[in-house]
């Protein structure tokens, strides 16, 4: 079962149309560092599309991320640890979710009680579970219209770049080992991201890493409009 950290197919794209995209080095500890600008690519985003300020739709990104701040090296998870695999199906099970075309081709057979919405740029793609959406403004639109109470986001790489500025809760899993290379988280910066929990695991015989389960909630006067 993945946990949805490959790439999405935002590039489904022709080269020339795409933007180049920096991702930050993920950070969560050291409060003195400043804020990352990344771009998102356009793509992505209705520009006549703008969330309330005051009442931002929730929209939770769900993610297991390494110390030096990658989700993959690039296919499938990088780590077995059941206790995290037994928290991401709680947490997402009944949920509205957002997910990129490759991730959600990756995770085909897990999606049950779901919700699925496939973020992908090709009008003719028709996932066979969920609904295909053109932009991220467009699944918020359809998971409030439905009544759901949240939309959670689970990859990849530029799904979770997309959604970073709009997100209010974030609930990370932090591995303690360390990839090198791969598909980046965005950075969370504490000076617009609150820690409200953490709960630590040591390895063992069926965890080969240690890791802690975190959430984040977005702090006061730092909104999640577009």
Known sequence: MSRGMIDDGLNELPASKRTSQRLPTFQVLDHQESAIDYQLPPIIHHPSSII?????FPVTLIA???DDGFISRG???PWDLPDDRAHFRERTLGRWLLV???TYEEMIGWFHNHQPLV???DAGFAPAIGTRVATVEAAIQIASDAGAGELMVLGGGQVFAATMPLATRLDLTLVHTRLGTGIPFPA???GVWRQVQSRPREADAAHRFSFTFTEWERAPGHGSEA
Request: proline content about 20%.
């Open 119 to 121: 973020l992908s740029t």
């Open 75 to 77: 296919q499938g998870v």
């Open 100 to 102: 990129g075309r490759r």
């Open 52 to 56: 309330p300020p005051l009442t931002p």
């Open 188 to 190: 969370v910066d504490p």
């Open 64 to 66: 297991a991320v390494s």
